[in-house]
């Protein structure tokens, strides 16, 4: 059966062959296809060269995206007006080609063609495409000499482009001096101050609006109010927009949503991203890609998995970024195997892997300390053929590198990126430094700095700390000189690397020093400040320093942060105050493993061993894992509190939580058996350790041997101690101390006169205070004191006047 197509040479779609019936067809055109068979069409009926139906079909074809269609079009056309001009060079900026409309608008100024207004929306595009302000400013001269200006869409338009090329003050004066206001020109100037980080200046625009031209902000204008705070890190306040957005009547649409789910991501509100979720189901925004990578990031950064992978796998776009999402969450979650499970089957879910799959695999791999897996990552990505690492590829290996102190690795990791070029990098070569100071090589550290071509805070950052970690203190007041002459001011992480080099090294008062400079200086210390002299404090076990710090972190709101909370709990335990320990527990809102471990270990230290069996059966009761921390402190309070039962108990319940026993949990175990007596117990355990038993381990049986007086099994403690330790005095002062307790003089003599012969002398006791001046140290016998004369007259004079009330 013979089927008469639609077009003829006579007649289109039953109407008269003219150019109004080809427009007419073109304009209502659906199917790309249909539009060349009228193309063909054309050419057919001698309308090839019509210069207004050639023009309709450019604008078609411009329509669809067919660039290769249009451009064979354009290029055969014998005559070419603006509109073909405008159609073609609208093409080419919609499908991202800008330098190829930028060099087509210098043809189009060549040509004998008038330019009209609706030409510069299109062009101002191009400069956008570019980030050229400059070129931007050019065609706003161009469009003032022809007198458009005052044109609300060429005026629109500039906004937009200076908005997006960062020239904000020149959106606004363009803004300013506009005699007619739509609402383009509204949203145009708020969405400039929003995506220039000025979001408290866009939500000033957003209620002029009203006010000035009694124009009501509408979805588009509250959208860019909400996504300008989201995107700039003011979580709490996007939020609040998008309710206030609510309560002005308008409901959000998927844009919208995307584009505030980061923000609730970040605030790792899990009842908040479960209200989002339900809002966006009920009004069917389950079918957007967008809004559902949204939301499983939501799942993803509230570490629910559960729920990240349901969405995953039911409402999401199987693609590379949703799927990179999942294994993102799967790492920072600890689920490494989940993660590389999914990495494998990418493949086979038809998703090739990118350079960011790769990278997300191997950071994964080092954010969970699996160096070795982050290593064998890197050297299989190194194998494949059309992936390349990038310089987050290298950063994350260096930083591998650098966790376990390798430097033959890192090395061999240098010279890779040498050969792919990164090695001058700014993010590599900050990489390296950190390696190669964390390696303990300054020498190469400097040799890596030097050879980075663009080097900024960070890199100065890195160098600066290394040398700080390296006990290279003396160097540091030049680096920071240079670092000034290079261009860049110390800022706080500058100060934070200097001030964790001095804690690593000991330099404990002098990080005190560095404290109260910062305080006087214009740079407040930060929440990681506050953390890293807390563990100076608690080095220096100085509690009114400590109270200092602590009164800083109120005042800043740090002191309710979990890692900060921990941190003085520990700081008050050991400088002696368990009863401002618990308090400053207490002011924790939701204590992670890390708080709570810090408080069982406070009641360990401080010999309130029911008080630590307590808490630590609370933290099993409320569903914590506790790890080989939590096991080692809990031990120590039963030790305190005499509980054998209890304390087997809580060993045996370690292979539950996958906690391997350590050489420190073994020793408690023999701890509590000795010091109950149970002796020859305890010495079986000895035999008995997996591990090599340490001096540690002798040294506590041989006290239980002291305090029961077993003579025979401490013979054999002191002598393997004597073994491990030969040059320790501490050991023959503990085997005199059995001898002296068993009336055993001869032997007591014997241990003596061996310490004589060897040199030795028993370590003098060390006890300090504290006052404004400072921390005083006192050894016996000790007369290096500045103060030494006033400190023995006084002492003196105490000891007369004890005598004499005796």
């Not at 100037?189 to 866009?202: K, P, S």
């Not at 584009?259 to 069917?284: D, N």
């Not at 706080?492 to 400079?517: C, K, P, Q």
Request: net charge negative.
């Amino acid at each position: 059966m013979h089927i008469s197509s639609p077009f003829n040479h006579h007649t289109l779609l039953g109407r008269p062959i003219n150019s109004i019936t080809y427009a007419s067809i073109l304009q209502s055109c659906k199917c790309p296809n249909v539009c060349k068979q009228v193309h063909s069409h054309t050419i057919k009926t001698g309308f090839g060269g019509h210069e207004f139906v050639e023009t309709k079909l450019l604008q078609m074809y411009a329509r669809f995206g067919c660039v290769e269609d249009a451009n064979l079009l354009f290029d055969e056309m014998p005559l070419r007006n603006l509109y073909s001009y405008t159609a073609i060079l609208s093409l080419y900026v919609d499908c991202g080609l800008f330098e190829e409309a930028f060099a087509l608008f210098r043809e189009l100024q060549l040509e004998d063609i008038g330019l009209e207004f609706f030409v510069f929306p299109v062009v101002l595009k191009i400069c956008s495409g570019l980030a050229m302000v400059e070129l931007g400013r050019q065609l706003h001269g161009l469009a003032m000499k022809c007198r458009f200006v005052s044109n609300i869409y060429v005026d629109n338009a500039l906004i937009d482009m200076y908005g997006k090329c960062g020239g904000l003050d020149d959106a606004k004066k363009v803004f300013e001096m506009m005699s007619e206001r739509d609402c383009v020109s509204w949203n145009s100037v708020v969405t400039a101050c929003a995506v220039n980080g000025m979001v408290f200046e866009a939500l000033e625009f957003l209620e002029r609006m009203s006010s000035s031209d009694n124009k009501n902000p509408n979805l588009v204008s509250w959208s860019a109010v909400v996504g300008g705070f989201a995107q700039n890190g003011y979580d709490e306040e996007a939020i609040g927009m998008l309710l206030r957005m609510q309560a002005e009547g308008l409901e959000p649409n998927a844009r919208t949503l995307a584009s505030v789910l980061p923000a609730c991501a970040r605030l790792q509100k899990l009842s908040l991203g479960k209200e989002f979720h339900g809002y966006i189901t009920r009004h069917g925004f389950m079918d957007n890609p967008f809004v559902v990578n949204g939301l499983v990031d939501v799942y993803r950064r509230c570490a629910d998995m559960g729920n990240a992978f349901k969405l995953f796998s039911k409402f999401s776009e199987i693609n590379k970024v949703s799927c990179n999402t999942m294994i993102v969450g799967y790492c920072e979650n600890g689920n490494i195997s989940e993660a590389k499970e999914l990495f494998n089957q990418m493949e086979r879910l038809g998703v090739e892997k990118d350079v960011i799959s790769w990278n997300s695999m191997i950071s994964g791999y080092v954010y969970n300390f699996m160096f070795d897996g982050a290593l064998s990552m890197f050297k299989d990505l190194l194998m494949e053929d059309y992936i390349q690492p990038n310089s987050f590829t290298f950063g994350s290996a260096l930083t591998a590198c650098a966790d376990m102190a390798s430097l033959k690795l890192g090395k061999e990791i240098h010279a890779i990126a040498i050969i792919h070029g990164l090695q001058t990098n700014t993010f590599v070569g900050g990489a390296l430094v950190e390696m190669y100071c964390k390696c303990q090589d300054l020498e190469a550290a400097q040799m890596a700095f030097d050879e980075v071509m663009t080097r900024d805070t960070p890199t100065w950052n890195a160098l600066i700390s290394g040398y700080a970690r390296c006990n290279q203190i003396e160097n540091i007041e030049h680096l920071l000189q240079k670092m000034i002459e290079d261009g860049f001011e110390p800022n706080i992480y500058t100060w934070n690397g200097i001030i964790a080099g001095h804690v690593e090294n000991g330099h404990h008062d002098r990080v005190m020093h560095l404290f109260s400079e910062m305080q006087t200086s214009n740079l407040m210390p930060d929440i990681y400040t506050v953390g890293i002299i807390l563990s100076a404090c608690s080095s220096l076990a100085t509690i009114e320093r400590g109270k200092q710090v602590h009164a800083h972190s109120v005042r800043c709101g740090y002191d309710s942060n979990v890692h900060i909370g921990a941190a003085l709990v520990d700081m008050y335990a050991k400088c002696g105050s368990l009863k401002h320990a618990l308090l400053a527990y207490k002011r924790i809102p939701n204590p992670d493993l890390v708080s709570q471990n810090a408080m069982l270990r406070a009641y360990a230290m401080h010999g309130h061993g029911e008080e630590g069996i307590a808490h630590f059966q609370r933290m099993l009761a409320d569903g914590f894992r506790p790890d080989h921390v939590s096991f080692l402190s809990v031990l120590s309070s039963c030790v305190h509190a005499g509980s054998i039962d209890t304390g087997q108990e809580f060993f045996n319940l370690m292979g539950y939580y996958n906690v391997k026993p350590s050489l420190k949990h073994y020793t408690c175990i023999i701890d509590l058996l000795s010091r109950a007596g149970q002796l020859n117990e305890a010495y079986e355990t000895v035999m008995k350790t997996p591990m090599v038993p340490d001096s540690v381990m002798w040294g506590t049986l041989l006290g239980g041997c002291v305090i029961h007086g077993n003579v025979e099994l401490g013979q054999t403690a002191a002598e393997k101690l004597v073994e491990l330790e030969p040059d320790n005095s501490g050991n023959y002062v503990l085997l005199a101390n059995l001898y002296a307790y068993a009336g055993r003089w001869s032997d007591l003599a014997r241990t003596r006169q061996t310490m004589k012969r060897r040199g030795m002398h028993k370590s003098p006791g060390c006890s300090w205070i504290e006052d404004r001046d400072g921390i005083h140290r006192f050894l016996a016998s000790d007369r290096s004191h500045e103060r030494t004369e006033e400190i023995y007259t006084t002492l003196n004079s105490l000891t007369l006047n004890l005598k004499l009330f005796c």
